[in-house]
């Protein structure tokens, strides 16, 4: 097996854009070179990574594997550069990072692991509560960035803020569900069906308020505050459950399968994001982490199914 790292990073383009001519355009080079770069790699691999269609580009089983390791490796080699050009003056300092329950469980473990990773003399403290009285510390400085639900700031005016990913809500049922037979689903169809409130991030809140703008009332059976056993009580066919698209994980912890199917009408969705004090100086531990968490972001969407 051999490759370079050019040959990487012209196959993540490609992968990214499925087109040969809309890769070259962001590398900015000849589509020749990309082509050229795409046909050593998989002969160096021994493997077709793409299947050439008159519509682009598609990934093979092969290409997809390969994929996964292509950005493991380019992320690995952004992070060497990125260390060597911040060690020599940062090498030590205090970050303190506020985030509700919720949003820890999906946002906050890639980019402080790859911050971690960069800054390793850097005292990290990360404080876990409820929205509200994170906005309250960020204002009075107590902390320096927070991961919150940007939509559901309450003193919004006081904040700068930088969007990583809007969650859809979606409609999370168990298997062999009789509304499973649809792909997406009408809020009307949910009359009478029991749900599960989920209280982390006052999402019961967020989705009665949706549900009342078509003057509907929901049939709340149980309530709790973790997502697992949100999945768990669905699969127990207990209720059907409104969350967040970034919390869906398609089998619960006893291994039943949970299906989630779209909602029809426009309700609001998530915004996951990042918070800091409007006219702040920021340190740079908190700029570092900012753009580290827009660059996962970034990487988060490519990943995403549908892309």
């Given at each position: 097996m051999n490759f370079t790292f050019r040959q990487i990073r012209y196959f993540v383009?490609?992968?990214?854009?499925?087109?040969?001519?809309?890769?070259?355009?962001e590398l900015h080079i000849?589509?020749?070179?990309?082509?050229?770069?795409?046909?050593?790699?998989?002969?160096?691999?021994?493997?077709?990574?793409?299947?050439?269609?008159?519509?682009?580009?598609?990934?093979?089983?092969?290409?997809?594997?390969?994929?996964?390791?292509?950005?493991?490796i380019l992320g690995a080699m952004s992070d060497?550069?990125?260390?060597?050009?911040?060690?020599?003056?940062?090498?030590?300092?205090?970050?303190?990072?506020?985030?509700?329950?919720?949003?820890?469980g999906y946002y906050l473990s890639d980019a402080l692991g790859r911050f971690r990773r960069l800054f390793p003399g850097v005292h990290i403290e990360v404080k876990e509560d409820e929205q509200a009285f994170l906005?309250?510390?960020i204002v009075n400085g107590e902390i320096d960035v927070g991961l919150l639900m940007t939509n559901r700031t309450i003193r919004h005016e006081a904040f700068e803020t930088e969007l990583l990913t809007r969650s859809p809500l979606r409609l999370w049922l168990p298997a062999n569900h009789p509304l499973c037979a649809q792909p997406s689903l009408s809020l009307t169809e949910?009359?009478?069906?029991?749900?599960?409130?989920?209280?982390?991030?006052?999402?019961?809140?967020v989705i009665?308020?949706?549900?009342?703008?078509?003057?509907?009332?929901?049939?709340?059976?149980?309530?709790?505050?973790?997502v697992e056993a949100v999945r768990s009580l669905v699969t127990s066919h207990l209720g059907l459950a409104l969350l967040p698209d970034f919390a869906y994980r398609p089998w619960s912890l006893e291994q039943e399968r949970v299906?989630?199917?779209?909602?029809?009408?426009?309700?609001?969705?998530?915004?996951?994001?990042?918070?800091?004090?409007?006219g702040s100086h920021l340190p740079w531990e908190a700029?570092?982490?900012i753009e580290i968490a827009k660059e996962q972001g970034r990487l988060r969407a490519r990943l995403a199914p549908g892309r």
């Amino acid at each position: 097996m051999n490759f370079t790292f050019r040959q990487i990073r012209y196959f993540v383009a490609v992968a990214d854009c499925l087109s040969v001519s809309r890769a070259a355009q962001e590398l900015h080079i000849s589509q020749s070179a990309v082509t050229g770069a795409i046909r050593e790699l998989e002969e160096g691999v021994g493997a077709t990574l793409f299947e050439r269609g008159p519509r682009g580009m598609t990934l093979t089983p092969q290409g997809h594997q390969f994929l996964l390791h292509a950005r493991r490796i380019l992320g690995a080699m952004s992070d060497a550069t990125h260390s060597l050009k911040g060690t020599a003056s940062k090498e030590e300092g205090s970050l303190t990072i506020g985030v509700t329950s919720l949003v820890a469980g999906y946002y906050l473990s890639d980019a402080l692991g790859r911050f971690r990773r960069l800054f390793p003399g850097v005292h990290i403290e990360v404080k876990e509560d409820e929205q509200a009285f994170l906005e309250h510390q960020i204002v009075n400085g107590e902390i320096d960035v927070g991961l919150l639900m940007t939509n559901r700031t309450i003193r919004h005016e006081a904040f700068e803020t930088e969007l990583l990913t809007r969650s859809p809500l979606r409609l999370w049922l168990p298997a062999n569900h009789p509304l499973c037979a649809q792909p997406s689903l009408s809020l009307t169809e949910l009359a009478g069906e029991p749900l599960i409130a989920l209280t982390a991030d006052q999402m019961e809140q967020v989705i009665q308020a949706g549900l009342r703008r078509y003057g509907l009332r929901p049939r709340i059976v149980l309530r709790t505050g973790s997502v697992e056993a949100v999945r768990s009580l669905v699969t127990s066919h207990l209720g059907l459950a409104l969350l967040p698209d970034f919390a869906y994980r398609p089998w619960s912890l006893e291994q039943e399968r949970v299906e989630a199917r779209e909602i029809k009408e426009p309700i609001p969705a998530i915004d996951i994001g990042l918070v800091w004090r409007r006219g702040s100086h920021l340190p740079w531990e908190a700029r570092e982490f900012i753009e580290i968490a827009k660059e996962q972001g970034r990487l988060r969407a490519r990943l995403a199914p549908g892309r």
